[in-house]
T-cell receptor
Framework: EAGVTQFPSHSVIEKGQTVTLRCDPI?????LYWYRRVMGKEIKFLLH????????ESGMPNNRFLAERTGGTYSTLKVQPAELEDSGVYFC??????????FGSGTRLTVV | RKEVEQDPGPFNVPEGATVAFNCTYS??????FFWYRQDCRKEPKLLMS???SGNEDGRFTAQLNRASQYISLLIRDSKLSDSATYLC????????????FGTGTLLAVQP
């Protein structure tokens, strides 16, 4: 079974630019989560999709972040415009039924 | 105050040692508890769930004390391959099912 796939693995962009991160969950998993780890801090929840609907987006930092999950399959997280404090590792995780989370390997975002 | 508190370490121990990690959580409504392991520049991976009755998986033993809101992980006979960051994780439950992470405890097992 393929795991959770995230793309790109690394991204370096300039402040003010736009970046889009992509997550492909495990096939059939309705629940998809985005998390972020900023350097020196703990991993923090950003939002949760159930299929294509946003179940909880309480962790989204501000309106520069936009997440979508078209058709309930893959998800994108867009940061526009990026700021220096957005640098970190963005993890996606999927969950199906009563199974635990499976995390993707993350996207390391550096804003310079 | 962080919702999940852990000693960041590092814990430097020799091979074969027994090491214990502790964690406290602030939300008494938390429903599920886990230890995750994260290797350098990798994703978190579930090590084990934690139950009030205590549970063991080989060299690893986890314990939950709901009254004290305290979670522990004991690693016996440490191996070099146990070197990693150990994350204490709590799930609030409810509709969102989101995980709350501690900052992690770094373990370095020395030869």
């Amino acid at each position: 079974e393929a795991g959770v796939t995230q793309f790109p693995s690394h991204s370096v962009i300039e402040k003010g630019q736009t970046v889009t991160l992509r997550c492909d969950p495990i096939s059939g998993h309705d629940n998809l989560y985005w998390y972020r780890r900023v350097m020196g801090k703990e991993i923090k929840f950003l939002l949760h999709f159930v299929k294509e609907s946003k179940q909880d987006e309480s962790g989204m930092p501000n309106n520069r972040f936009l997440a979508e999950r078209t058709g309930g399959t893959y998800s994108t997280l867009k940061v526009q415009p990026a700021e220096l404090e957005d640098s970190g590792v963005y993890f996606c995780a999927s969950q199906g039924g009563n199974y635990g989370y499976t995390f993707g390997s993350g996207t390391r975002l550096t804003v310079v | 105050r962080k919702e999940v508190e852990q000693d960041p370490g590092p814990f430097n121990v020799p091979e074969g040692a027994t090491v214990a990690f502790n964690c406290t959580y602030s939300n008494s409504a938390s429903q599920s508890f886990f230890w995750y392991r994260q290797d350098c520049r990798k994703e978190p991976k579930l090590l084990m769930s934690v139950y009030s009755s205590g549970n063991e998986d080989g060299r690893f033993t986890a314990q939950l004390n709901r009254a004290s809101q305290y979670i522990s992980l004991l690693i016996r006979d440490s191996k070099l391959s146990d070197s990693a960051t150990y994350l204490c994780v709590v799930r609030k439950g409810g509709a969102t099912n989101k995980l709350i992470f501690g900052t992690g405890t770094l373990l370095a097992v020395q030869p």
